[in-house]
């Protein structure tokens, strides 16, 4: 009912940067949560930053003071701005769409960290 597209994942050394983008589509509501969590093969998924409707975030504590999260509501879309990536964030990141009813995830994009 509610698709998620992501954009901005790849291949990036230590210490870089990327910025990650998700544009929901279909039955969105005003009111809605969004989020980015991170799975690799060795550890369950993982939150790692979240945003309300009005704005408050919540941050994994691995990468408080490096990722920040924000959204567009007028465009539908929510980022996650990486930066001094570390090879402990490679992962598969999914962005998350989440209200009273609805609990979408988008399709996953690939992110690596390495020299």
């Known amino acids: 009912q509610v698709q998620l597209v992501e954009s901005g994942g790849g291949l990036v050394q230590p210490g870089g940067s990327l910025r990650l983008s998700c544009a929901a589509s279909?039955?969105?509501?005003?009111?809605?949560?969004m989020g980015w969590y991170r799975h690799t093969p060795e550890k369950q998924r993982e939150l790692v930053a979240t945003?309300?409707?009005?704005?408050?975030?919540t941050y994994a504590d691995s990468v408080k003071g490096r990722f920040t999260i924000s959204r567009d509501n007028a465009k539908k879309r929510v980022s996650l701005q990486m930066n001094n990536l570390k090879p402990e964030d490679t992962a598969v990141y999914y962005c998350?769409?989440?209200?009273?009813?609805?609990?979408?995830w988008g399709q996953g994009t690939q992110v690596t960290v390495s020299s």
């Open positions: 998350n769409y989440r209200n009273s009813r609805d609990n979408a």
């Open positions: 279909g039955s969105i509501v005003s009111i809605y949560s």
């Open positions: 945003i309300s409707s009005l704005g408050r975030t």
